[in-house]
């Protein structure tokens, strides 16, 4: 069901004039054919700031059910660009990335800014640079996917079984784009 709102609230944005032209600059990054598009309408919706998190519903008037804080235990409110990309906990999952692929990586504080600091780590063509791009995708989404469940599941959060589930979906995400290299 959320879905499908999110399509029909992504053709609405794209067909309205002004909002359509400001997201030209990344929206290319986004609608990116190596990218599933599940992932790809969850990053669109953050960048929009039209995911479901507390500090959205809040704005919206919707009541929570829960604490309007962080799910990272970090006592901040519950905003895109902190659970994303500078949570002390969540947001952690960004610094092992870079040790992961043993770069260095100065990253913006959030935006599509933040995905291209990842795509213009290695130099190289649009190719290299959309593979580089996927990894940032594979994160946001698992980052997602692991709040969600903290707040709908009441799991606890285990830093460990979460970078162990983010290696293992990067994996499996940039083989499947390796696979289908031949397509771009
Ligand atoms: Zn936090």
């Not at 043993?102 to 593979?131: C, M, Q, S, T």
Request: charged share 25%.
């Amino acid at each position: 069901m959320d879905e499908v709102y999110s399509v029909k609230e992504a053709y609405h944005l794209l067909i309205e004039g002004d909002e359509g032209k400001e997201e030209c600059t990344w929206a290319a990054d986004v609608w990116n054919s190596l990218v599933p598009s599940k992932m790809s309408t969850i990053a669109w919706r953050l960048f929009h700031k039209r995911l479901p998190t507390k500090e959205n519903l809040r704005k919206r008037g919707v009541p929570l059910n829960s604490s309007a804080l962080c799910v990272g235990g970090c006592g901040n409110p519950e905003m895109e660009d902190h659970l994303f990309f500078n949570c002390p906990t969540l947001g952690a999952i960004w610094r092992g990335i870079a040790r992961w692929l043993g770069i260095p990586i100065v990253f913006a504080e959030g935006g599509p800014d933040h995905l291209l600091n990842l795509k213009n780590l290695v130099p190289g063509n649009d190719k290299i640079r959309d593979r580089m791009g996927v990894i940032w995708f594979v994160v946001v989404s698992l980052i997602w996917k692991v709040r969600n469940e903290l707040i709908f599941n009441h799991t606890t959060l285990i830093w460990k079984n979460c970078w162990k589930r983010a290696k293992s979906f990067l994996g499996e995400s940039l083989e499947r784009v390796l696979r289908g290299s031949h397509m771009i």
